[in-house]
């Protein structure tokens, strides 16, 4: 029996395209339940207030003594909502600094 000898095709080269589209997908999927389970990491203050939302604020004086003029200065606040209602502003927030107090 001859044996005959046959040249092998060389496959079609295949898209790599659907791959790409489920790794895509597979990060977004990844990045929304990061945003949505463990984006906030936010605690949630105990509530004091019942019926009504209440503010808070974790220092109600900053006293630097004296500051040269030119110099910044930084402070951090907590403002935390302690009521079990939301908390609304009918006005821009603002913050007020008085010298020489």
């Not at 395209?17 to 990844?30: E, T």
């Not at 936010?42 to 110099?71: C, F, H, M, W, Y």
Request: net charge positive; charged share 25%.
């Amino acid at each position: 029996m001859p044996r005959y000898r046959t040249k092998l095709q060389p496959r079609p080269k295949q898209s790599l395209l659907p791959i790409w589209f489920a790794l895509v997908g597979l990060v977004l999927i990844v990045i929304a339940a990061w945003a949505l389970l463990g984006g906030s990491r936010q605690s949630k203050a105990a509530i004091e207030v019942q019926g009504a939302p209440r503010l808070k604020v974790d220092t109600a004086v900053i006293d630097r003594g004296n500051v040269r003029l030119g110099t910044l200065v930084r402070d951090e606040v907590r403002v935390t909502n302690v009521g079990d209602q939301p908390l609304r502003f009918t006005e821009a927030p603002y913050v007020e600094v008085r010298a020489g107090c």
